[in-house]
């Protein structure tokens, strides 16, 4: 028989938020590995002590932040999901009576308030910390990348930098020479005219720039977003977000591994870093002659000829310091890239080459499941922002799925125990039986001439006398 909803809305429910969250759901397992206790003590100094109202907590805003990331929702669409979301609520500490602070409220702590506290630093290094606590991260092999960002801008935004100078031409007009047909309001009237970074920006966002990835592309108004990660565990030790020009990719890189060599012991590390993997774009004569500074093998492909070369010397000294530290700076040059050379022909190189996509997939990770695609606010620092806050969950994400491997693992060994056990009285009377085939071997004289005598029981020939 066909069958109703008998439910009817009652004045008065009882609701365990506990209860509706399930067991091994992604937010509890997050929130099993997540502390935020250091929080308000960061951010003290960006709040009075006797004036205005009380402020909404700030471990409450940050656990926000870091779902909006999570799931790739705006501030609008995380406060709207959180009204109706029984987990995230859980998450964030809400009861169903408690109200949702406002995204107004999301959009100044983070622009406003908290934009000089470095709240956002501190909590990338202590997720490090905490996955260098749980074994998961080595720091000996790491992997460098970047990757382009698409800026919040429209190119139809790009104006002239300053007055228009006397030399500056009108765009062409219409192949027939005649004057071109009125276009409608609102219609982009840029067309004809080259762009460069030079002689244009967006009034939209002054720090995006004209980037394109390869001559098959066009150009577009973007960032550049640089990772420096753990090969081993893809932990991401540092992210930087920065303007997209032409050697930016190596400068940055050589900034973040210098952070990283620097606050080893608060990250935790348990290995000196030893060797960088590139791509192609950090094969550089300057880039790998730093890194050899540092003690670190670049195992990058190098930007010239793989024979090797020269080092060159002159007939003549020179007492010219300046034109010394020239000769001395090419000298060193040609060695490191002979060096980078040999790296080449190694076995580990190898190895590096195999494993430096997984930069690749984090960025994959990152565009396609938390909003890195794209810049949801403007201007550099937002933007380092967002890219920083990103890998803070894909950090988490990492440090849940070492937990979930070891605590598997340590119920397999907990079922297998009994049965292992079980074996264990009898290992004496097989070592006893053993001991007994083997004197019983080594007591008789003969041996069956069919059989080859086994060496590693040693036994002993007798010789049997002849009979009268």
Request: aromatic fraction near 6%; include cysteine; glycine fraction near 8%.
């Amino acid at each position: 028989m066909l069958g109703r909803n008998p439910s009817e809305p009652s004045l008065f429910q009882m609701v365990d938020v506990e209860s509706l969250v399930p067991a091994n759901h992604q937010l509890r397992k997050i929130d099993g590995v997540l502390d935020l206790s250091f929080v308000s003590e960061v951010v003290a100094e960006c709040y009075s002590a006797s004036r205005g109202r009380p402020s909404i907590d700030p471990e409450l805003a940050l656990r926000m932040m870091l779902l909006g990331v999570l799931y790739d929702l705006s501030d609008r669409e995380l406060c709207e999901e959180i009204q109706m979301h029984a987990g995230m609520r859980w998450f964030c500490g809400l009861n169903f009576h408690d109200p949702v602070p406002d995204h107004s409220t999301l959009s100044r702590l983070r622009n406003e308030r908290w934009s000089e506290s470095g709240l956002f630093d501190r909590l990338m290094d202590e997720v490090i910390g905490q996955c260098s606590e749980a074994g998961l991260v080595s720091g000996r092999h790491l992997s460098v990348d970047g990757t382009e960002v698409e800026a919040n801008a429209s190119v139809k935004s790009l104006t002239r930098r300053g007055p228009r100078g006397p030399g500056d031409q009108d765009p062409p007009q219409g192949a027939g020479g005649g004057s071109l047909e009125p276009k409608p309001a609102g219609e982009w009237q840029g067309r004809g005219e080259r762009y460069s970074n030079e002689t244009h920006f967006s009034p939209t966002d002054p720090d995006a720039r004209l980037y394109r990835k390869g001559n098959q592309r066009g150009a577009r108004l973007s960032y550049l977003v640089h990772d420096l990660i753990d090969t081993k565990s893809r932990v991401i030790l540092r992210r930087r977000a920065s303007l997209a020009t032409g050697s930016t990719e190596r400068d940055t890189a050589l900034e973040m591994l210098d952070e990283v060599l620097e606050c080893r012991d608060e990250l935790g590390l348990p290995k000196q870093p030893e060797i960088l993997t590139g791509d192609a774009g950090y094969g550089a004569t300057e880039l790998v002659t730093e890194l050899l500074d540092r003690n670190i093998e670049p195992h990058v492909p190098l930007l010239a000829d793989h024979a090797t070369e020269e080092v060159p010397t002159w007939k003549r000294r020179t007492f010219n310091l300046e034109r010394r530290r020239a000769r001395d700076r090419k000298v060193k040059e040609a060695q490191a890239r002979n060096r980078v050379r040999e790296i080449h022909q190694t076995r580990g190189y190898s190895v590096s080459r195999k494993l430096r996509i997984r930069s690749e997939h984090l960025f994959a990770e990152g565009k396609n499941e938390h909003g890195l695609r794209r810049a949801r606010r403007r201007g550099r620092e937002r933007v380092d922002e967002q890219a920083t806050l990103t890998a803070v969950v894909q950090n988490l994400k990492r440090l849940v799925a070492c937990r979930g491997r070891r605590d598997r693992g340590a119920a397999v060994a907990s079922s297998s125990a009994p049965s292992r056990a079980d074996f264990r009285p009898l290992i004496p009377h097989f070592r006893r039986s053993l001991a007994h085939i083997r004197s019983m071997v080594t007591a008789f004289s003969f041996w069956p001439p069919c059989l080859p005598t086994p060496n590693h029981w040693r036994v002993r020939r007798c010789a049997i006398p002849a009979s009268p």
